[in-house]
């Protein structure tokens, strides 16, 4: 139900048009809105139109609206009723007077188009320019709240590479997984405390996580278990296994463990 009203709410089956301007003009991509709304969404973009702008200044600004070559542009990918990303509060103000298309920004917009700019020479190949090559890069408020989160020492004006940007994506991937199983394993951390009297309160997930694959698998070596728990809480594992036999799920453990690990 949620993800039906967050797609009747753009209309168009969730799909809006993005409007992104590059260093020579604008582009325009197909984008699943619902992104947007959405908090643990996978982002996706497709290149649907591009054109190369001598005086972007000239195409769209307050005084003259949008120019009559950026409106047929726009215009061309347009649905009815189609709700538009832009980049700036401004360019939604233009573009509602001159048009009449109803857009989108804001925050969740700014991060979308922070992504587009990254991955501009990849996502517009006809996009030639110098910037396409570049390798440092602001931070986005996500990136920014992300290592924030994780206590990465970062300064506010601190520029990052693509690499970094890379790793934050991984660490992003990581929360989204553990966020996923929080419930279930908060729920088997209960039998650890009424079995095996070990208190979890104080555990991160995978180490949780962990916990739960060496009780379900006790013959197995895992590699975690070495640095993550003292040897009395170990042999408490191999030696209580047998009792969780109808408490916890093995498969569902596993399966939990290896997405974690």
């Known amino acids: 139900m949620k993800e039906a009203g967050r797609t009747a709410q753009l209309g168009n089956g969730g799909l809006i048009r993005v409007l992104f301007e590059t260093p020579s003009g604008f582009a325009i991509f197909v984008y699943d809105g619902v992104n947007l709304i959405r908090q643990d969404a996978m ?9 190369k702008f001598e005086n972007k200044l000239a195409a769209i ?5 949008v120019s009559e070559r950026l409106a047929m542009m ?35 917009v700014d991060e979308l188009m922070w992504g587009l700019k990254i991955h501009m020479g990849f996502l517009v190949p006809e996009e030639n320019s110098e910037q396409t090559n570049e390798d440092r890069f602001p931070k986005s408020v996500g990136m920014r709240l992300l290592l924030n989160r994780h206590s990465f020492r970062v300064q506010p004006d601190m520029m990052v590479t693509k690499q970094i940007i890379q790793k934050t994506g991984l660490v992003h991937e990581c929360d989204q997984i553990v966020n996923k199983h929080s419930d279930s394993l908060r729920t088997a951390a209960e039998h650890l405390k009424e079995i095996s009297c070990i208190d979890t309160q104080d555990w991160d997930l ?7 694959k060496m009780i379900c698998c006790p013959e197995e070596k895992i590699e975690a278990g070495r640095w993550l728990f003292l040897k009395q809480q170990l042999k408490r594992f191999r030696d209580d296994a047998p009792k969780y036999k109808d408490k916890i799920l093995k498969m569902p453990c596993l399966v939990v463990y290896d997405e974690m690990y």
């Open 206 to 212: 995978m180490k949780l996580a962990a916990a739960l």
């Open 61 to 65: 600004n307050h005084d003259t609206g």
């Open 74 to 108: 726009i215009n061309k990918y347009m649905a009815p009723g189609q709700k538009l990303a832009v980049e700036t509060d401004g360019y939604k103000k233009i573009i509602k007077k001159s048009l009449g298309i109803s857009c989108l920004c804001g925050r969740t």
């Open 43 to 51: 982002q996706a973009v497709v290149l649907i139109g591009f054109e």
